[in-house]
T-cell receptor, first 114, second 113 residues
């Protein structure tokens, strides 16, 4: 069964600190993995995409990693800001061409406190 | 360039009623999908439309139906509403291409009383 599990479920950190969010998946065949940020009351917005051959990709203070062997991804946030408070959703695409199936994680709710 | 727009933003309905939610995709996008997001949960895939036909469907009953128009806009219809249908309904559009990201609207918050 295709599944995406995220941890922790929620996280509280102080402004300026770093944090790492985890995503484990059992999806086959794997196509790509994307991290989305969802602010309260808004739709999710794509942060970064990881394909099978990519290990690390950065987008500003966000760095995503992918280990295709262990089927794990992480999202590292550096020097957190209050605006980083949001839910972070890991989405894995399964399939080979055509319209792939997207499997969503339940998200990690991050709260950054001053 | 407008992104994905959804209407209405909020809606309150009574059990047993029917509801229609609307979505206009981002300019240049031809594929629209709908998601149900319960509080504190990730989005759950309802169905996807392309070329005015339903192409994929998640584990939702037939009470959930949709439509896509020639201009790519889409509707989600839910019949015989249940209390458990209360959720945020998200519409997303995407361009063609395996790695094209989903662009989400800000959703319609449906409350069933």
């Amino acid at each position: 069964k295709n599944q995406v599990e995220q941890s922790p479920q929620s996280l509280i950190i102080l402004e300026g600190k770093n944090c790492t969010l985890q995503c484990n998946y059992t999806v086959s065949p794997f196509s790509n993995l994307r991290w989305y940020k969802q602010d309260t009351g808004r739709g999710p917005v794509s942060l970064t995409i990881m394909t099978f051959s990519e290990n690390t990709k950065s987008n500003g203070r966000y760095t995503a990693t992918l280990d295709a062997d262990t089927k794990q991804s992480s999202l590292h946030i550096t020097a957190s800001q209050l605006s980083d408070s949001a839910s972070y959703i890991c989405v894995v695409s399964a399939g080979r061409g055509g319209y792939n199936k997207l499997i969503f994680g339940a998200g990690t709710r991050l709260a950054v406190h001053p | 360039d407008a992104g994905v727009t959804q209407s209405p933003t909020h809606l309150i309905k009574t059990r047993g009623q029917q509801v229609t939610l609307r979505c206009s995709p981002k300019s240049g996008h031809d594929t629209v999908s709908w998601y149900q997001q319960a509080l504190g949960q990730g989005p759950q895939f309802i169905f996807q439309y392309y070329e005015e036909e339903e192409r994929q469907r998640g584990n939702f009953p037939d009470r959930f139906s949709g439509h896509q128009y020639p201009n790519y806009s889409s509707e989600l219809n839910v019949n015989a509403l249940l209390l458990g249908d209360s959720a945020l309904y998200l519409c997303a559009s995407r361009a063609r291409g395996l790695n094209s990201p989903l662009h989400f609207g800000n959703g319609t918050r449906l409350t069933v009383t």
